[in-house]
């Protein structure tokens, strides 16, 4: 299987923007995906094929993408926005993978 | 609302076997797939095996192939998690999930396994 690679960490202040990249060679072919993680619970989906928004979601997340690389963008940050977040996609097998995660941090 | 809830998790000497359930509702468990995604402590989600809604296709991660077998109850609207010669690298919490084909939408709360002696 193939790997996608997100930075470690993103600082932001409050009320800025968050943006997390993933990066993956299969991902011009397959969709993304992005999921929140708080300490101690699990994942929640934000992003589905690679810019839709699961209801309930708020507004301030959304995503994009680009050739080999999709984005995570969290605009307006606020201090329940901070968790780990990981992107996901499907290989050619059906089998999933991960990225390797980001913690982000609200200054 | 869709509820997924692990359990059997717990301590297991290297080389046992444990077997964990996920008891589903809320939902119309057999028009589904699920899976089981595992992470271990500290460290980022791996997805480890799916199962097609009747049973008829399961896949599984390089790393428990031949060890590990996924099975599925719609009767009783369960998933489960057979885990046959467990090492130390599969110490982790187990999530119960949600399979839409591409992504999961739903999980549990996990159940935590230690494999140590």
């Known amino acids: 299987s193939y790997e996608l690679t997100q930075p470690p960490s993103v600082s932001v202040s409050p009320g800025q923007t968050a943006r997390i990249t993933c990066s993956g060679d299969a991902l011009p072919k397959q969709y993304a995906y992005w999921y929140q993680q708080k300490p101690g619970q699990a994942p929640v989906l934000v992003i589905y094929k690679d810019s839709e928004r699961p209801s309930g979601i708020p507004e301030r997340f959304s995503g994009s993408s680009s050739g080999t690389t999709v984005t995570l963008t969290i605009s307006g940050v606020q201090a329940e926005d901070e968790a780990d977040y990981y992107c996901?996609?499907?290989?050619?097998?059906?089998?999933?993978?991960f990225g390797t995660g980001t913690k982000v941090t609200v200054l | 609302e869709v509820q997924l809830v692990e359990s059997g998790g717990g301590l297991v000497q290297p080389g046992g076997s444990l077997r964990l359930s996920c008891a589903a509702s809320?939902?119309?468990?057999?028009?589904?797939?699920m899976s089981w995604v595992r992470q271990a402590p500290g460290k980022g989600l791996e997805w480890v095996a799916n199962i097609k809604q009747d049973g008829s296709k399961k896949y599984y991660v390089d790393s428990v192939k031949g060890r590990f077998t996924i099975s599925r109850d719609n009767a009783k609207t369960s998933l489960y998690l057979q885990m046959n010669s467990l090492r130390a690298e599969d110490t982790a919490v187990y999530y119960c999930a949600r399979d839409l084909y591409e992504a999961f939408d739903s999980w549990g709360q996990g159940t935590m396994v230690t494999v140590s002696s």
């Open positions: 996901q996609s499907a290989d050619s097998i059906n089998t999933y993978v």
């Open positions: 809320g939902f119309t468990f057999s028009s589904y797939w």
